[in-house]
């Protein structure tokens, strides 16, 4: 079904708002495409209902609190965020380490941070609700880019980039590909010193009753104590909470018969 033009107009602009803080009017024509009077008519009655706020010095517009407020809820109600809170803590309790949700959407192409439990002192991510995960040097982005239809994670790696943030940061595509078919073949990711210097993190992908993969868990630590844990106990406590939360929101996998 092609979805109502006014509705599509309304959700570009409100889009624009996730990439920069305050905007104008001619700039969001700029970035949308739209017409100036379509940008300033669908402002005003955003502005209207509340859900977007103008700066009466610089004549800029954010997001208000009706917007604010939808997101929160929208944010707290999340079945899968729900789902995954007691498994998180449970996760981070027992093997002593950050633990993380990250949430893929397929529409914007984006993999953000959904919620992070800290039982340890020693944190080596500050929480940022929101923020995007890597693709290429994340375990969430690896586990959820090898788990996904391989065109679809070219095509995201390719309009993201791969740039360097670590000194351990692969940014070859050749390179990502096979680290990314290892991911899949092991059923857990790695990001050692990738993403960050001075922290290593283990992932593993979340399915939902569709078995598409929609999310992803990890455990994040300082490298130093990475380094003197066993892995294969990482990436088992991680692989086994991710396969729990999955079947939480539906997943089922095929019996082994079904598979050959």
């Not at 809820?73 to 803590?89: G, K, S, V, W």
């Not at 943030?165 to 078919?181: F, H, K």
Request: net charge neutral; glycine share 6%; aromatic share 6%.
């Amino acid at each position: 079904m092609k979805p109502a033009t006014t509705i599509s107009k309304v959700c570009r602009v409100l889009g624009e708002f996730r990439q920069r803080p305050s905007l104008g009017v001619t700039d969001l024509a700029r970035r949308t495409g739209l017409l100036p009077s379509d940008v300033h008519r669908i402002l005003s009655s955003l502005r209207h209902c509340g859900f977007v706020e103008q700066n009466p010095q610089t004549k800029t517009y954010r997001l208000g609190v009706g917007m604010m407020k939808l997101g929160l809820a929208a944010f707290q109600r999340n079945e899968l965020r729900e789902a995954a809170r007691p498994l998180l803590l449970r996760l981070s309790e027992e093997v002593e380490a950050t633990a993380h949700l990250a949430i893929f959407d397929p529409q914007e192409f984006d993999i953000f941070l959904a919620d992070q439990f800290d039982t340890s002192a020693e944190i080596p991510f500050k929480a940022n609700f929101g923020a995007t995960a890597a693709a290429h040097c994340t375990a969430l982005g690896k586990a959820i880019m090898a788990n996904i239809d391989h065109g679809m994670a070219l095509r995201y790696l390719e309009q993201k980039g791969t740039p360097r943030s670590a000194p351990n940061t692969m940014t070859q595509l050749v390179l990502i590909e096979e680290e990314l078919r290892k991911t899949q073949l092991q059923g857990y990711s790695l990001d050692q010193e990738e993403s960050a210097g001075g922290a290593c993190c283990v992932g593993a992908a979340v399915r939902d009753w569709t078995g598409e993969t929609v999310a992803a868990i990890s455990v994040s630590m300082p490298s130093q104590k990475f380094y003197r844990q066993q892995q294969a106990m990482l990436a088992s406590a991680v692989r086994a909470t991710a396969f729990e939360l999955s079947q939480l929101v539906g997943y089922q996998p095929l019996p082994i018969a079904a598979r050959t």
